[in-house]
Every structure is written in C-alpha cells, then in structure tokens.
C-alpha cells in the first residue's frame, strides 16, 4: 500500500490527522491567549506614577487617569498634618514605575474632625492622664501644692475648667492642673457657701488649695450643725464672709 492510501483510507492515518488537527488548535489558541494577556497587563508598557500626596480625591483622579491609572481609595483616616478630605498615602509611590491600566491605591484624609469625649482625668496620677487622653492632646501642665504629689486637680480649656464627657475635636490640646505636694505657707479659706461644685473647685484652686471630699445628703435626712455661745466667733465669721463676698463682686466687675 503506497503513503498516498494509507494516509486516505487507513483508520490509523484518521487518528493522526485528529491529533495533528489538536495540536493546531491547542497552538492557536495559547497563542491567542498570550495575545491577549499581554495586551490586558500592558506587558512592557510602563508609566511613572504621579506624586497624589496632599491632593484632593478629585484632582488626584485626573492626575491617575492621564497616566492610565484607576485611582482606588482603599481606607479613610484622620491626620491633622493633613488638609481634610485630601490624601494621605499612595501605593506605588510617587515617581516610581508602574504598568499602565494598574490602580493607583490611596489613603485619604476624613473630610470632617472627630469630636472625642473627655476622658475622666481628676484625681487620677498624671501619667494615667497622660494616657488616657490618646485621641486628645496634652496641653500646658501647670502645678499646685497640694495634699498628693503628681494628682491631677483640674482639667481645663482655654482657662476654664471642663467636666469629663464634654466634646473636642480630636487632636485638641487639654490642659491639667496638677499637684505638686503640701506646701509650707498657710492660706486662708475661702467661703464656699451657696457655690456649686465647680465655683468651689475654682475658688480653692486660686488660693492653691484642693477640692476634697463631696458629700451630698438624701432629702429629709438629718444634719449636724455646731453652734456657738461665743459673739466674737460668730460676728468674726460674718466678717470673713462679708469680706470674701466683697472681693468677688470686685472681681466680677
């Protein structure tokens, strides 16, 4: 039998012609495969990546997309170095080489300031409120004899004093009153009848005195008071209170 028959009339020339036919395809194919990857990964077409730092979000997808870029924003922060609502961080870096049609990650900054709450800061050690200011900062620290050395006896804004759970902006600078230990020089006390709380507190603190113990009673219970016989006792404490309210007045006007 001549080639020219086998390969026309034999059952083994069919299955060579299938396999061949096979191998054609499979060529074909991974050929147009790579055809195509290559042209999808931009294979060897690179482009330098523009510096998006400090941008905002808008003008950054301008800068990506003339480079061929997607710009993808991959996480939101805070960070008060930084404009609101512009970026932060970018992956690749500025400047270095990328393929084109990549993405061009970024990390922007919060468009508006948390409000942290005030942690509770009195009479706790001023390392331990140090600590617990985290989002908030520490601000002036001034210091005041006082019974305990290094507790802190006030805390304040702007030169007020501020109760713990009030708002600031994160980042805000707080500032502590902070106890330096006994001193030796004596001061006198001052009257702290119909004041509240914070009114007590502040009136201490100018004279260098401490705010202690806060008792309140329940309505209806009983209450001991001292009395006194002695009219000198009595007409010298009229006197130190007329004083005192004298020279707050004085001081409000």
């Not at 009195?122 to 620290?141: K, M, N, P």
Request: glycine share 8%; charged share 25%.
């Amino acid at each position: 039998m001549s080639f020219k028959s086998f390969w026309r009339n034999s059952d083994v020339a069919f299955v060579l012609k299938m396999i061949l036919a096979a191998l054609v395809i499979v060529v074909v194919l991974g050929a147009v495969a790579l055809w195509w990857l290559d042209k999808y990964t931009h294979h060897g077409d690179e482009v330098i990546v523009p510096n998006v730092v400090q941008s905002y979000v808008e003008e950054a997808t301008i800068l990506a997309q003339a480079e061929g870029l997607r710009l993808q924003i991959v996480d939101t922060t805070y960070n008060r170095r930084f404009k609101l609502g512009s970026i932060v961080e970018q992956k690749p870096e500025a400047n270095s080489r990328t393929k084109r049609g990549g993405g061009l990650y970024v990390i922007v900054n919060a468009k508006t300031i948390r409000q942290i709450p005030l942690p509770n800061l009195r009479d706790i050690s001023f390392r331990q409120a140090e600590a617990t200011l985290r989002s908030l900062a520490l601000g002036e620290v001034t210091y005041q004899p006082s019974e305990y050395k290094n507790l802190v006896l006030d805390v304040r804004k702007d030169g007020e004093s501020v109760d713990a759970g009030r708002r600031f902006p994160e980042g805000t600078a707080i500032d502590l009153v902070v106890g330096l230990g006994s001193g030796t020089d004596e001061v006198v006390v001052p009257n702290l009848l119909m004041k509240s709380v914070d009114q007590a507190r502040a009136a201490l603190l100018a004279r260098q005195l401490s705010l202690g113990g806060v008792h309140y009673a329940r309505e209806g219970s009983p209450v001991e008071v001292y009395l006194t016989t002695d009219a000198a006792k009595a007409q010298a404490a009229a006197e130190e209170m007329a004083n005192d309210e004298f020279f707050e007045e004085g001081m409000v006007e």
